[in-house]
């Protein structure tokens, strides 16, 4: 049975379509695995072969790949979200009790949403310390971990933009605590809280500008350095396999 | 010191592969060797699966999630009407505890823009590179060294009476005390992993406790005006 | 085989990878199926169960709509679903059912669909699920308003007084009537303040009227000297209650040399009860009978113990000339003898209670007690209400509730004990203010339950909503006019106070009938004759016009004045001859007063076989209104006073025609006996 199932998987494989699609097709041979990666734009940030000590799951705890995966969840969700919401006042607000109350699985979406980004937070802080602590970001990985702590940054910067959306009372004043810590910085820091607002308090003008940046600046800024941080990871050797620690 | 030349010797057992050789390996380059035994497997399909089966598990434990538990939505926004306490995100409730106990120059500015920059330059640092032992070197120099560092920071949370900073200090302290008085061959094995941390690993160690203790105090622990309550008690 | 199947599913990567995706597509197709299994599904279904088996079944269900409902109303910010669950809003048919969500609507002056549900009964109305439609959640405040406050509602559109909405109705009058609108600001949607409609007395001269002792015994608990007292307690200590009775008796400009004599002292009580009955005081002032019950009007203050309060000087002052004391009073000039006031001013000072003031022992004040006592008045801002020497009316003394009804939770400290609901802390608040802590400074009323929901319903219709509901929606309600008559009737008007009981022009009281068009409606004659002594002319009623020793030359001017001035606009008066009615059309009038209107159920033509007391007596009708008026009347009497119970028959001109002829007869007949 499972060998028939393979059989029809080759056989499809072998298709014309299928080899205009996936230009190296797929087979039983490592050239053809190869190809595999090689010709597939996503998959060509990473090598061919990858060691298998770092495959294994003490070596990462797979944290950095589970941080790429809730960046896509909140990606989908996110996108779906987009079609139910308007960055108005207060109709965003309204669109929250649509989401709830009339939208097909409306509840879900948000959830998902949600539940996801604060899940992002959590792995990229918990993917920061495994590294450090198994001591991944020693040369030749220097740069790969500044990029690395960029792309922290943008991470906080994507949840803290998208907890003022909802435009509920949660919203609001987290973001006022978080500007007004802004406001603190010497000399430029109301000029900063200025920019950011777009204004002097949170308001219509602030929820838009968080609108455009949650949605379009920062997802493209991450996806941009995340594209670095894998292509690096391939060019710094692969995924560090923690021979060092023996010496 | 600058004429004479470091020697960094290794051994490797198997003389199939590796020829005895010697290296020489100078300061600023990389200390290490490149191994040729570790197996490899092809990134299709194996690592592309075990990667898409780690990220279905997490899938599937966030729709379980989204499906059990609500996220929460409040009342429409009211610039007239301050709840209190008003909490920034969870991740930034450290930075909030702080400001409790700091001006906002120093809670809101200088700290959070020192740890930014201490992570970035982390891979730039030699005592980030070093991998020994704390205390198996120089070690009553280092010490003094760390007994003022100690005695001074605590005293400064002391006067701003800072005990959620003060109390996870101490504790590391006392770690680090513990492994300075560990020998490298000490019959527990405990003892054996303290003494075996390099400083760079107390540094992070002490700064990972120390944001999670007051993210946990900040989520769980302040009620109105910021003020101390027991979450189990309301 | 736990190992085997372990082996099967998670073998390796591929099978790892086909078994997660299995779980991972189950766990979302849990999501449409909770969409699926919603509230809101289970009761259309129950829904459609419900009517299977009624009578009307094919009507109904070709009437229902799955699926979720809404009422969006843009402009007001309406997005109402409630129609989702509550689906048979409009089917009158189930007015039997009784299990919500499934009751027909009762019948109300809108269409369901014109404002929506959640405007009135308050709730989340965008919400589709039981507990977040009705209750107060994180997310949503208001919770769905108790039906006993729905007719506040009403009160977001309508400042006027619907007949629909008696407790909305009453709430507001109390909100004017018990000083509330003094301290607190309420503004109604495009109207102004609300305004109180029974002024507390001035106290700038209250040294002459009653002594230190008695303001001391009234300061500390008001109903005790008169149940039906409008001031509420203001729970003072003894201390307090001293210094602010000194205060006010230091306040109070001297009295002047005393104007009349002091009453016979040994008066007689009966020929005093007499005046007092004659006079119809009782129709504005209340007293206590020998069986405990408060009778008589609350226009003026219960007289009960009045002789425990007032100075004989002063009360013979009062009753001589009201306007002197308090030029603002309500109370008429009566223009009594010399003998009827010392009958009627005995009779009133001989209404004492002993205990009263008997406890009160007060020393003479010292300047610190004034002093004391003129910061307490200051505090308790007894200055909202009543005229005090040296103490300016103090602007937005309580906090202004004409948004009350729509408050923030957050903004309002309950006290220990009371519900967080708005309106259960409107209930505690006028229920026990000083529940809410001792500094609280409102006053403890003694209003009984049903009073106290009327004046929830009254605050919670001041919303904010109200406040910016487009003004197309807005209905005023109605204002008094500051009419004045001119001249010399207009003097005399004003002497007598004839407003107090009788409306002119949008101006008055409404226990009289209105004036406004009275000179159409009567004949001179009989009018002049009714100024100087006052019939009754409806028996069945204890409130009656007083006489107010009018003078002949006095009556004329205002009889002119009356039947040249207040014209009806819809009719000419002089049209109509009495003369002329033929003997037919009177016997014609006779047979349908009888028998086809039967007039006689609610009125008197023959005094010894009609037994109506609903309406006017008409044995003298002929002599008292004019033919004119009478058509009209009959034909429409909404159309010369609206809200008149006369019904409107939709006469023919003939009919009414032929009824005037026979009720214009009922004056001669008796005028020839």
Known sequence: ?247 | MTDEKKFVTGLDSDSRRTPLRLAFVTRRTSPQVKVTDDPVVMTYPEGILRAVVAVQSLAIALVVISLIWDAPLEELADPMHTPNPAKAPWYFLGLQELLHYFPPVVAGVIIPGLVVAALIVIPYFNINIEAEGIWLKNRQRRLRIFGAVVVIFSAVMLLFQVYAVLMPTLTIAAFMLAAARSAPDSPVRFRRWLVSKPVAYWVMTWFLVQASVLTIIGTFFRGPGWSWIWPWRS | MLRRIGAFLFGDSARAFGTLAAVLLVCLAITPAKDHFREWHRYQKKYLGLIRTRGDAATLQRRFQDGLQQTWIPELGVVDRCTTCHVAMKEISLQDVATQPFRPHPSIPHTLTEFGCAMCHRGQGAATGVQEAHSSTLAWEQPVLAARYVESGCGQCHSNALTGTPQLNLGRKMLARYGCVSCHAIREPGQGRMQSTNPAPPLTRISAKTSREWIFAWLKDPQAYAQTATMPNFQLSDDDARDISAFLMNQSAAPPAAASPAPAAAADPQAGASVYGESFCASCHATVNAAGLVVGGNIGPELTRIGSKVKPDWLMEWLSSPKKYDPHTLMPRYRFEQKQLDLLAGFLQAKTDSDLLAKVQLQPASAGQIAHGKILVKERGCASCHEINGVAKPESFAPDLTMIGSQSLAKIVFAEGVAHTLPDYLQAKIRNPHSFGKATKMPQYTFPASQVDALVTALLAQTERAQALPASLRVAGKRESDYHPAGKAGQLIADMNCFSCHAINGRGGDMAPELTWEGSSVQRKWLVSFLKNPNTLRPALIRRMPRFNVTNAEAETLADYIMTVYQTPSFDGGELDAAKFGPDEVEHGRQLFYSKYACQSCHIVDSKSDKGYIGPTLTHVGARLSAEWIVQWLKNPQSLRPGTIEPNRNMSDEDARALTAYLMKQNREVAGK
């Open chain 1, 1 to 247: 049975m499972a060998k028939t199932l393979e059989g029809y998987i080759s056989e499809l494989q072998g298709t014309r379509v299928w080899r205009s699609v996936f230009r190296g097709g797929a087979g039983a041979n490592n050239l053809r695995r190869s190809l595999a990666v090689q010709q597939n734009v996503f998959l060509h940030l990473a090598s061919v072969k990858i060691s298998r000590r770092s495959l294994s799951f003490r070596a990462t705890w797979f944290l950095g790949t589970l941080s790429l995966g809730t960046f896509l969840i909140l990606a989908i969700t996110g996108i779906l979200l987009m079609l139910y919401y308007h960055p108005s006042v207060p109709q965003a607000y309204a669109d929250m009790k649509d989401l709830q109350f009339v939208v097909s699985a409306g509840v879900f979406l948000r959830n998902l949403h949600r539940w996801s980004a604060h899940a992002m937070v959590f792995l990229v802080f918990a993917h920061m310390f495994k590294v450090f602590y198994r001591g991944a970001y020693r040369s030749p990985r220097e740069f790969n971990w500044v990029i690395g702590v960029v792309l922290l940054i943008l991470t906080l910067l994507l949840s803290y933009t998208g907890y003022l959306l909802p435009w509920d009372q949660l919203a609001f004043w987290a973001i006022t605590v978080g500007a007004n810590l802004m406001s603190s910085v010497p000399v430029l820091g109301q000029k900063f809280r200025f920019l950011m607002l777009g204004g002097n308090t949170v308001n219509a003008n602030a929820l838009l500008r968080f609108y455009v940046l949650h949605c379009v600046i920062l997802p493209l800024t991450a996806a941009v350095f995340l594209a670095i941080h894998f292509w690096r990871i391939r060019k710094d050797g692969g995924l560090y396999t923690g021979q060092g620690d023996s010496k």
